[in-house]
């Protein structure tokens, strides 16, 4: 402990958000500083390196109009610290943490650094509750479970906002569980994206809370603000027993910044410029979904992701798809066949799937059902391709009927439109369409649903 | 040993530390910071050091204390290792938990084992006798087996005083005369290899349980697989179904920066699931080395060693040992994180150059050796691959290509139509298919060879078969085609795929047999009816 704070006006080097400091004393790694600029606009900071008497800061913030001899540098000597306390829901807060809905800064009960503490992985919780979206896509062939994280891969200019807003809608777990909670992590959204999220979660009148970073705020605030997001989380899952889906929304807008921030650091760069500790950052925010033992509460994580020129193998996605329990991919040609949601299931996946279904959570012939319709679909799917080359003349009957299969399948299984479907209606369509076809495996045993 | 000495930190940048503190020994550990964190000397200069830290580095200050403990990295070896989930710097997850709660703080722990613990020790050796590096002085029963107790490598001397019954580990068990004691366990240095007589070469199969590996690649005792697969292509369940079902004395697996939640599932699994052959939990022959992706990178880096180290002492105890690791990508993602902050060249995409041999001296550590007593035991590793992208072309994969002995490439085609195990057949080798032919002709079958042939035939047919279909159609193709694709079917979803869910997780080789010679047996009935009806 210092007895004081530290004031510095040695600055030595000012590049974009990075700040070098000389001659300073005591100084320790992930400690805040304030720097008081022109005008006195404050910012804060953290550093990040440290060499002797010479000190590296990140800045968040803008930093226009500083120059070396203007900036007064106060170390804090605390690490960074989130305030928690029950009020915090129903606030909205900007990329530093400080509320942008017009109201004064709730009374924190209790500080906790940003960065959080890895779970102890013998403490964990398997997941395993079934959490009931409502789309057929998702609940029927890739089940969503607590303190599961699935992101959602999407392209330039595909509706991965409207399924989010309609999984919002209609996620069963706000019903079944009494306290429930959304905490939504804007990172550098557009407004016009900003506004219809906001209105999506103002209509499902359950309690959320918004850390908001828009497209034209500071970069560095784009890697905070999950960090935030997420101690909040932590706070309310696991002290105050809630169950809180987490939404990130878009996470390529986070990497984007991770590199940015990377190469202003001057450090060396790996795939497609972004640096190569990227997996373990992205691990450091995913890790933190879950559940644990001696506690009621799970944090769900539904991370957005746009892949650059739709490119699954583009660092982001790959990187994400190792850390995810899976992830539900959207597809282009169906959005263009006027299929919704236009989920892609054959790439789509949830490892924790298993786990959610069968008796008791969802349905006993729910996993043969949906290995029935993956397989069928998968074989349609191909033969598709074969269609393009010799027509359809040229196949075989049975292939004509897994072709038209596949077609009915998208069209009526995958597409709902806005309608919400239960586990029971998703499984009963499923199971409609394979009897149309006569696709029924003589091994299979119905289940006829209680509803 | 020397006395520890201390200094003080004179630069911080992530986990890597420069102290003031000189006289260290390369790879010596030290205790950085007043939160006494661990680290590793990774550089020596002429006026100052460089150290790795293995834990979360924020709050560390500058000026704060740094000790040299004039000891390397070392992994503790007795008994009480077995069912216990260990972090990569062998801490033992469940006293951290006790200790930190459900959050891992940085925390040093004493020791790896819990020294206070009551063991019963029953001597094999009298007083008067000479013993030397490796020998078998007696042993402690612990859970389904006994746990022999050797004397440490290098040491040698008479015993002079054993002692018999109840004990704890605090205590040394035996004197020798030059007045070394020894005690139920040691410690062994993880970065070097542990000492053997002589290496054998391999001639026995693991036998894992899974068709496609057992009678198409085959894994020798001793020997090393790889799996490199893309996401979502099954890498962690084949692990997992493998460790289950493998059929080895003692497994240790290591989770190198993968889900925390997958850990959970694994340990209730093996919590729940019954060894076939003595009806206790698997857990009971389990080591787990954990060190999730959000867990500190260095200490991750240090994993794969920690679990080695462990493999190679039940080895020299003359067991049977499967080292299992996921992935081994992230491993290669630390030392290059590690290797980009000390500010290192950079080789192929910012992989230490040094990534290639350091890959081939930990595949080495794996065999099947005549142990210091002369027991046989060994090692056999399988270690999974991520490949960014899934493209094969990068180095942790290319590196691994020219040590392994065996490659079960898993393919993203076959995952996305749920073919599991996503083995190709087409695509994968191993290296001692011919050394263990004797093995499986003898102890199996004498037509496994030919079988195993045919069935590749049919396979490869399947595979040019399939191209000329995609212009012709399948109605294009003459009848004997159509036979092979029909059966190349069969083959692929009742015998190549596996459900890791149900019973047929895992089938013995005698069964797989069986399989396989009445699908070819039906195919040659069937392909001779139909010549007879051509002529």
């Not at chain 1, 373990?280 to 020129?309: F, H, N």
């Not at chain 2, 054998?200 to 020997?223: H, K, Y």
């Not at chain 2, 080695?308 to 039940?314: D, P, R, S």
């Not at chain 2, 595979?463 to 004997?480: A, F, H």
Request: hydrophobic letters at 40%; proline letters at 5%; one cysteine or more.
């Amino acid at each position: 402990m210092r007895l004081a704070e530290h004031k510095y006006r040695t600055t030595s080097r000012i590049a974009g958000q990075l700040l070098h400091v000389e001659n300073v004393h005591a100084a320790r790694i992930g400690e805040v500083v304030r720097v008081v600029g022109p005008d006195n606009i404050e910012l804060e900071g953290e550093i990040l390196e440290v060499a002797k008497g010479n000190v590296l800061i990140q800045l968040f913030g803008e930093t226009r109009g500083f120059n070396l001899e203007n900036a007064e540098i106060i170390f804090t000597d605390t690490i960074r610290q989130v305030p928690l306390g029950k009020d915090i829901l129903g606030r909205r807060f900007n990329g530093s943490f400080q509320p942008i809905d017009g109201l004064p800064m709730f009374l924190a009960s209790e500080w906790r650094p940003a960065r959080g503490y890895p779970i102890n992985p013998v403490c964990r919780l398997r997941p395993e509750e079934f959490i009931e979206t409502g789309i057929s896509a998702i609940d029927g062939l890739n089940t969503l479970v607590k303190g599961q994280k699935l992101p959602i891969f999407s392209c330039a200019g595909l509706p991965a906002k409207e399924l989010v807003a309609q999984i919002l809608q209609n996620a069963k777990l706000r019903e079944s569980s009494k306290s429930f909670a959304v905490i939504f992590v804007a990172l550098g959204l557009t407004f016009h994206e900003y506004s219809f999220y906001l209105k999506a979660l103002q209509d499902i009148e359950s309690e959320f809370v918004a850390i908001i970073n828009m497209a034209d705020d500071p970069v560095m605030e784009r890697l905070m603000a999950p960090r935030f997001a997420l101690t909040v989380a932590e706070y309310l899952a696991f002290d105050q027993d809630m169950d809180i889906l987490v939404l990130v929304t878009d996470m390529t807008n986070y990497c984007d910044a991770l590199r940015e921030i990377s190469n202003a650091r001057k450090e060396l760069p790996g795939r497609r410029g972004y640096p190569g500790y990227m997996y373990s950052d992205l691990a450091s925010l995913y890790e933190r979904a879950g559940r644990i033992k001696g506690s009621k509460g799970s944090i769900t994580m539904i991370p957005v992701i746009t892949m650059p020129e739709d490119d699954i193998t583009h660092p982001i996605p790959d990187l994400t798809g190792y850390i995810t329990e899976g992830q539900i991919v959207l597809s282009r040609e169906l959005h263009q066949q006027g299929v919704f949601p236009p989920i892609d299931v054959l790439p789509s996946l949830s490892r924790l799937m298993q786990k959610g279904i069968g008796a008791q959570r969802t349905r006993e012939d729910h996993r043969d059902l949906a290995n029935q319709l993956y397989k069928h679909y998968a074989k349609g799917r191909e033969l598709k391709k074969l269609e393009a080359i010799v027509g359809r003349d040229g196949m075989a009957e049975p292939d004509q009927l897994l072709l038209d299969f596949a077609a009915i399948f998208e069209n009526q299984f995958i597409h709902q439109g806005t309608d919400a479907r239960t586990i029971y209606k998703t499984l009963d369509k499923g199971l409609e369409i394979l009897k149309a076809f006569n696709l029924v495996s003589d091994s299979f045993i119905e289940i006829q649903s209680e509803e | 040993m020397k006395t520890v000495t201390t200094g003080k930190i004179i630069s911080i940048s992530g986990a890597t530390v420069r102290t003031d503190l000189t006289g260290l020994t390369l790879f010596e550990r030290v205790s950085v910071g007043e939160q006494n964190l661990t680290g590793e000397v990774v550089r020596l200069e002429k006026d100052s050091t460089v150290l790795q830290i293995y834990e979360d580095p924020s709050g560390l200050g500058l000026d704060e204390p740094v000790k040299g403990l004039g000891v390397s990295l070392e992994t503790t070896l007795g008994p009480g290792l077995l069912s216990v989930m260990f972090d990569g710097l062998q801490r033992n997850l469940d006293v951290l938990a006790d200790k930190t709660g459900s959050f891992i703080h940085p925390i040093h722990l004493p020791s790896s084992l819990d020294l206070k613990k009551e063991w019963s020790f029953t001597p094999l050796v009298k007083n008067g006798v000479t013993v030397s590096s490796g020998d078998k002085i007696g042993y402690i029963d612990e859970g389904p087996f006994q746990h022999p107790i050797i004397v440490p490598p290098g040491k040698s001397g008479r015993i002079e005083n054993i002692l018999q019954g109840s004990i704890t580990l605090e205590e040394p068990l035996c004197l020798l005369d030059n007045g070394y004691e020894i005690f139920g366990y040691h410690r062994w240095p993880m970065r070097i290899p542990r000492p053997y007589k002589n290496k054998i070469s391999p001639q026995e199969p693991v036998i894992t349980g899974q068709r496609i590996i057992d009678f198409l690649f085959p894994l020798a005792r001793g020997g090393t697989s790889i799996i490199p697969g893309g996401f979502g292509t099954g890498k962690t369940i084949l692990e997992q179904t493998i460790a289950k079902h493998a059929d080895v004395d003692i497994v240790i697996y290591a989770g190198c920066g993968e889900r925390g939640n997958e850990m959970s599932e694994l340990i209730e699994e093996f919590l729940e699931l019954e060894d076939p052959r003595n009806n206790c939990p698997l857990m009971e022959r389990t080591v787990l080395v954990v060190n999730t992706s959000n867990m500190p990178v260095a200490a991750r880096e240090a994993s794969i060693y920690t679990a080695v180290t462990l493999g190679e002492y039940y080895r020299d105890l003359g067991f049977h040992v499967l080292l299992l690791a996921d992935s081994i990508s992230r491993w290669a993602e630390a030392l290059r994180e590690i290797s980009s902050s000390l500010e290192e060249m950079p080789g192929e995409e910012g992989y230490p150059t040094y990534l290639a041999s350091r890959l081939s001296s930990f595949v080495e550590r794996a065999g099947i050796v005549e142990t210091m007593s002369g027991d046989i035991g060994s090692l056999s590793m399988i270690l999974s691959v991520s490949p960014p992208g899934g493209d094969f072309t990068e180095p942790v994969t290319q590196s691994l290509l020219r040590t392994a002995g065996a490659f079960l490439m898993l393919d993203t085609t076959l995952a996305n139509s749920r073919h599991f195990p996503a083995i190709s057949w087409v695509q994968s080798y191993s290296l001692y298919q011919n050394i263990l032919e004797d093995y499986f002709r003898e102890k199996f079958s004498e037509d496994w060879q030919n079988l195993r042939n045919r069935c590749r035939e049919i396979m490869h047919k399947e595979e040019s078969l399939k191209e000329i279909m995609e212009i012709v159609g399948i109605e294009g193709l003459q009848e004997q085609d159509r036979l092979v694709m029909t059966v190349a079917e069969e083959i692929r979803n009742s015998f190549l795929a596996q459900n890791a869910y149900t019973d047929d997780a895992f089938c013995d080789p005698g069964k797989t047999l069986d399989i396989i010679r009445s699908i070819t047996e039906l195919y040659l009935k069937e392909q001779n009816k139909k010549r007879e009806k051509q002529t």
